[in-house]
């Protein structure tokens, strides 16, 4: 009974936690597409040299070989485009959207979705201002948001923060690379 | 028999009473959740944890060459939520999920040895209870990495999943609380 109690204990720990939305998708593209009338979803089926080609560049490629890029027009102009990532950790997965304007600098980016563990530590990295940092670079320039907010943060927010550079320098290089 | 639930403990038997409805209403929000984000047809399974992609059941193997292809999508559509597995989560859901199954079947399997029941039906109750998430999550990883048909071995994890709990939980109570001797 002890063994079973204790299995049940152990099982319960390792249980992550349920997904939260910080910012709803709706939200996110309305802030991130501005003005935006019409979106199309771009959709790229990797080929493994691709594939491979991005895990050189990031050491990371998408798991089923997809990345879908979503493009907001307005009267057939290109306004800019998004893609959603999503950023794995032992805490649970982490869901950012980054925002791309037609120059291919980054416009914006958010994070809409985290779990209970990790939300009140993504809240205190952004509210140290960690996603004005990405705004305006460009997909060749490595993200260092983490960076110039670990002072002000903790050490668990100061992780959420090097994820979140993590999960905009993929979405960077599969722009850089595949978006055209 | 090696305890025997009809003529055990007032405080065992509400423990194992309290344990199976708690496990039930698990049961029952575990069913609404597999609703709402798998579905319970072997297509609905098969899009969920297959391969990604606008056509799931055709593209397996990644193309040759790199494949593009645009189409218009409303706001509601991007906005909308299309629960997809990857590898990823597949593995991390695994590793999660895997033993809390294995603690509620052993949970199970306990309350099953104290029933009155003919010992082969004793065995087949907690091989029932135990093949249920090993089908369950093997026909994730089938149609993850195989074909997209074994979708329907996952359907058949979750409803042996449900008939373990119903066969333990019916007999647990009627033979805890009516047919006492």
């Not at chain 1, 950012?96 to 304007?101: P, R, W």
Request: charged share 15%.
């Amino acid at each position: 009974m002890k063994a079973l109690l204790l299995g049940a204990a152990g099982a319960a720990l390792l249980h992550i936690t349920p997904t939260v939305i910080l910012v709803k998708r709706q939200d996110a593209v309305a802030r991130l597409l501005p003005g935006a009338e019409q979106f199309s979803a771009r959709e790229l089926h990797l080929s493994s040299t691709d594939s491979r080609r991005l895990h050189d560049a990031v050491g990371w490629e998408p798991p089923d070989g997809i990345v879908t890029f979503y493009v907001g027009k307005r009267q057939a102009q290109t306004t800019g485009a998004l893609v959603f990532m999503r950023v794995d950790c032992q805490h649970g997965p982490l869901e950012l959207a980054i925002g791309y304007d037609p120059r291919g600098t980054i416009r914006g980016v958010e994070v809409t979705k985290a779990t209970v563990e990790m939300k009140p530590w993504v809240v205190e990295a952004l509210r140290a201002g960690l996603t004005d940092s990405y705004r305006g670079i460009t997909t060749e320039q490595a993200p260092a948001g983490a960076e110039k907010v670990k002072s002000q943060i903790g050490a668990m927010p100061g992780y959420m923060a090097e994820l979140i550079d993590k999960g905009v320098m993929h979405a960077n290089a599969a722009y850089r690379l595949f978006y055209k | 028999m090696l305890y025997d639930l009809r003529n055990s403990d007032l405080r065992v038997r509400w423990l194992v009473t309290l344990l199976l409805a708690t496990f039930g209403a698990s049961y029952l929000f575990g069913a609404w959740m597999v609703g709402l984000y798998a579905g319970y047809s072997p297509r609905k399974v098969a899009e969920t944890y297959g391969p990604a992609g606008e056509e799931p059941m055709m593209m397996q193997m990644p193309p040759e060459t790199t494949m593009v292809s645009e189409r218009p999508i409303s706001m509601a559509e991007m906005s909308e939520e299309h629960h997809h597995v990857d590898l990823d989560l597949l593995v991390q859901d695994t590793h999660v999920h895997m033993p809390m199954y294995a603690v509620i079947a052993a949970c199970l399997s306990v309350i099953a040895l104290g029933l009155t029941i003919p010992r082969w039906a004793s065995f087949a109750t907690i091989a029932l209870l135990f093949a249920a998430p090993w089908l369950d999550f093997a026909g994730m990883w089938l149609t993850k990495l195989v074909s997209p048909h074994f979708a329907i071995v996952t359907l058949a994890g979750g409803w042996a999943m449900a008939l373990g709990y119903t066969i333990v939980a019916a007999l647990a109570t009627y033979q805890m609380w009516w047919r006492k001797q």
